[in-house]
């Protein structure tokens, strides 16, 4: 069964920077497109950015500009860099595979990213 780990949130000050990052595993990573979703406190959980199989990457556009998506295959590992944080930034993070921005199977557990103005 597919497992999606991700981990490396906090609590940062605006203007500070997090890296994420996904591990994944029961699942050929190499041939999906990865992207990375968060969900604010009482909001939807929204689609942040996807890097296809090939590396082509997109970027909603409330993070472009600031947010780098990335993938290691060899680790089975997506990662988000995350710079000039925001306290609108503020939420749980997820990554899945994505189709259409949409994401696909499962949910991990997420990682709680907190920015303080």
């Known amino acids: 069964q597919v497992q999606l780990v991700e981990s490396g949130g906090g609590l940062v000050q605006a203007g500070g920077s997090l890296r994420l990052s996904c591990e994944a595993s029961g699942i050929i990573f190499s041939g999906n497109a990865w992207g990375w979703f968060r969900q604010g406190a009482g909001k939807q959980r929204e689609w942040v950015a996807s890097i296809t199989s090939g590396g082509y990457r997109n970027y909603a556009d409330s993070v472009k500009g600031r947010f780098t998506i990335s993938r290691d295959n060899a680790k089975n590992t997506v990662y988000l860099q995350m710079d000039s944080l925001k306290a609108e930034d503020t939420g749980i993070y997820y990554c899945?595979?994505?189709?259409?921005?949409?994401?696909?199977?499962?949910w991990g557990q997420g990682t709680q990213v907190t920015v303080s103005s």
């Open positions: 899945n595979r994505v189709e259409f921005r949409l994401g696909t199977g499962a």
